[in-house]
């Protein structure tokens, strides 16, 4: 089907593994985006992807790494899993928009580390 | 760092009452975005506003860019229990930098 989809759905971790959350789009948009929710702070942008291969940090990258190596899948990995990373996250995908930046977004993955 | 605040934070009322919610910053933008996200779910988007002063109507909902592009607000009118959700407006700004407001949590009861 068309669209973004996002896996899994649902994760549970030990502090210090690592994990990585899927993220999949079908409309070849440009730009990729990685969120997380967290109650009081809102959608904060962790990391986004200009096009395959050009990755930028967000404003909460700290602990999180990416890759882009084909347009369609941008994978986030946590590298060392902590309990501040308890959140939901959403992937995102826009395309050569350049001044709207309409974002689509996944259903999200939630994630709880423990 | 520009910021997006949003008021109210939260707002119940009753089905068929209207209602108002703000997006405002100090920054200006060269668009505005309002999404809504139903619980469980991404964020969807509803309209993108790019013309300071101006007015887009989707069915019952009229969005409102300033003339400043420095704020935006959304009315609903007569309110229905399927408007029940968090609203989020985004900003983009010269600079090209997206930032997301912390968000209004409408519900509607019936």
């Known amino acids: 089907d068309a669209g973004i989809t996002q896996s899994p759905r649902y994760k549970i971790t030990e502090t210090g593994r690592q994990v990585t959350l899927m993220c999949h789009q079908t409309w070849s948009h440009s730009y990729m985006f990685w969120y997380r929710q967290d109650l009081g702070h809102g959608l904060r942008l962790i990391y986004y992807?200009?096009?395959?291969?050009?990755?930028d940090k967000g404003e909460v990258p700290d602990g999180y790494v990416v890759s882009r190596s084909k347009t369609e899948n941008f994978p986030l990995t946590l590298e060392s899993a902590t309990r501040s990373q308890t959140s939901v996250y959403f992937c995102a995908s826009s395309g050569d928009r350049g001044l709207t930046y309409e974002q689509y977004f996944g259903p999200g993955t939630r994630l709880t580390v423990t | 760092t520009q910021l997006l605040e949003q008021s109210p934070q939260f707002l119940s009322i009753q089905e068929g009452e209207n209602l108002t919610v703000y997006c405002n910053s100090s920054?200006?933008?060269?668009?505005l975005q309002w999404y809504r996200q139903e619980p469980g779910e991404g964020p969807v988007l509803l309209v993108t506003v790019v013309t300071g002063g101006e007015v887009k109507k989707l069915k019952r909902l009229t969005f409102q860019f300033g003339d400043a592009r420095k704020d935006s607000s959304l009315h609903i009118t007569a309110a229905q229990p399927g408007d029940t959700g968090l609203y989020l407006c985004?900003?983009?700004?010269?600079?090209?930098?997206?930032?997301f407001g912390p968000g209004t949590r409408l519900s509607v009861l019936p």
């Open positions: 992807s200009a096009a395959a291969d050009i990755t």
């Open positions: 985004a900003g983009v700004d010269y600079g090209q930098n997206f930032v």
């Open positions: 920054s200006v933008f060269s668009s």
